[in-house]
């Protein structure tokens, strides 16, 4: 099964000057469960966001690249094998309205090769409530 785990911690606000166009701040490492000795990931595209009347928050990323864990501003796609197996993936802000710790909703596309279908790609998805915690409690 894949899913974000239920409750994701945001990281720490950049220092102001710190961020750039190409590499924009990690604001929230997004992770859950995944069964990696049944499937390997190929792909992986995350979304977290939060609905405001005004203006919604975002942060997202995607995979890219030959080795397919590379992302696309950096860093890289972890796979840990089980039991329990995880995913773990650094989320950047997209928009001028940052994450704040409350309710939000995560969603994710991926392609994986089950190892029971002999190597055939499957395109999952999933999407759920989550709840966003700050670092500083």
């Known amino acids: 099964m894949l899913k974000f785990d239920d409750e994701l911690e945001l990281e ?8 750039t166009h190409d590499h ?15 499937a390997d ?6 979304w977290v ?4 009347n005004e203006n919604d928050a975002a942060a997202t990323e995607m995979t890219t690249g030959d080795e397919h864990h590379e992302l696309t501003h950096g860093g890289h796609l972890e796979v840990v094998e089980g039991p329990p197996g995880r ?9 001028d309205k940052p994450l704040e710790a409350g309710d939000a909703f995560g969603v994710a596309v ?28």
């Open 41 to 46: 990931m190929v792909e992986l595209c995350a």
């Open 12 to 19: 720490e606000p950049p220092s102001p000057g710190t961020e």
């Open 24 to 38: 924009p701040p990690v604001v929230l490492v997004a992770e859950g469960p995944f069964e990696g000795k049944k």
């Open 110 to 137: 991926a392609m994986i090769r089950p190892a029971k279908e002999g190597g055939r790609q499957r395109v999952v998805w999933w999407g759920h409530p989550i709840h966003l915690i700050s670092k500083r409690r």
């Open 87 to 95: 995913w773990k993936m650094q989320l950047r802000q997209v928009g």
């Open 49 to 52: 966001y939060q609905r405001d």
